[in-house]
């Protein structure tokens, strides 16, 4: 997309903006030469930039299976991002084509092109809304497609590192998942830089301190204590995105989980 094209009132060409730093991460189409620029500076520092992206793709994709697997018919998907191959509705849909699914954002691009591919499917919706209000998520006329007195899949992947300490993360999540049934799932994805050096770190938070939304980076005990609140941990716990239920030795990064610089955890909600 170039930015003559700009075809949507609320885009904020100013700063760069981490779902569409993301969709040209994964070679998408949708995001402007201000994300391309950040993102290409981000790769100088962490040279396994893209990799994150792809590793945490394949996560959501097995997060996804393996809800569905658990009896998972319907999804909240909290920082859905702008729809590339393997959405959540597509893995889910892949093994029962009955499943339903809420996207939530309030990235404009994500948003609008969200709409545009999902408005035909029945039983899939998507809700432009700050996930720091789970009260207008839960409470918007789209989310109403799911019966939360049946258990629902809640994906927060790599969206809670957007939710600042001052935005109460372990709260939030606590509001959503109160009024979901028992059996609820919870996925997460986090970034980290548990394995990072100190000077690279700095770096890393200077360059999304100049993007639209910071980025909270959470080290594995301040995961541990933020999920382990909320859910019981199915095995293996929290690992880094490669480790978690891989396919098989050829996941990506398999050798060197910690390059993928993201934990995943995936936990049931206690009763
Ligand atoms: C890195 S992308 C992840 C997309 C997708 N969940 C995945 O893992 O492939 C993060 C997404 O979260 C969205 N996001 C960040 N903060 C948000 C907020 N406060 N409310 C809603 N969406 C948010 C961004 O717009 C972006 O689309």
């Known amino acids: 997309m170039s930015d003559q094209e700009e075809p949507l009132l609320g ?71 702008i729809p590339t191959q393997g959405h959540a509705h597509e893995i889910a849909r892949s093994v029962d084509p009955t499943v339903r699914v809420v996207y939530v954002d309030n990235e404009p691009v994500a948003v609008a092109h969200s709409r545009r591919l999902l408005n035909a499917i029945d039983g ?86 100049s993007t639209s939304s910071p980025v909270t980076h959470r080290s594995r005990a301040e995961l541990t204590s933020l999920l382990s609140e909320q859910v019981d941990l199915v095995e293996p716990g929290i690992v880094w995105t490669p480790q978690w239920r891989p396919d098989g030795p050829e996941e990506l990064l398999s050798d060197e989980p910690e390059r993928s610089g993201t934990y995943a955890a995936l936990g049931r909600k206690r009763d």
């Not at 998408?28 to 793709?57: P, S, Y």
């Not at 009024?179 to 980290?192: E, K, R």
Request: with cysteine.
């Open 124 to 209: 899939v919706e998507m809700v432009a809304a700050d996930i720091r209000d789970p009260e207008s998520v839960l409470g918007a006329p789209e989310t109403a497609m799911l019966d939360l007195s049946q258990p629902v899949g809640l994906l927060a992947v790599a969206v809670l590192h957007y939710v600042s300490p001052d935005d109460d993360p372990a709260g939030l999540l606590a509001r959503y998942l109160g009024p979901l049934a028992p059996g609820s799932l919870l996925a997460v994805s986090h970034t980290t830089v548990d394995a990072v050096d100190p000077v690279q770190a700095a770096e890393m938070r200077k360059l999304f301190d």
């Open 11 to 81: 885009i904020d060409l100013d700063w760069p903006n981490p779902a569409r730093m993301y969709d040209y991460a994964l070679g998408g189409a949708h995001n402007f030469a201000v994300d391309r620029e950040a993102f290409d500076k981000l790769l100088t520092i962490d040279a396994d930039a893209a990799l994150v992206g792809q590793t945490n793709r394949a996560f959501l994709r097995r997060a996804v299976r393996y809800c569905v697997d658990q009896g998972i018919r319907q999804f909240l998907d909290l920082g859905s991002g």
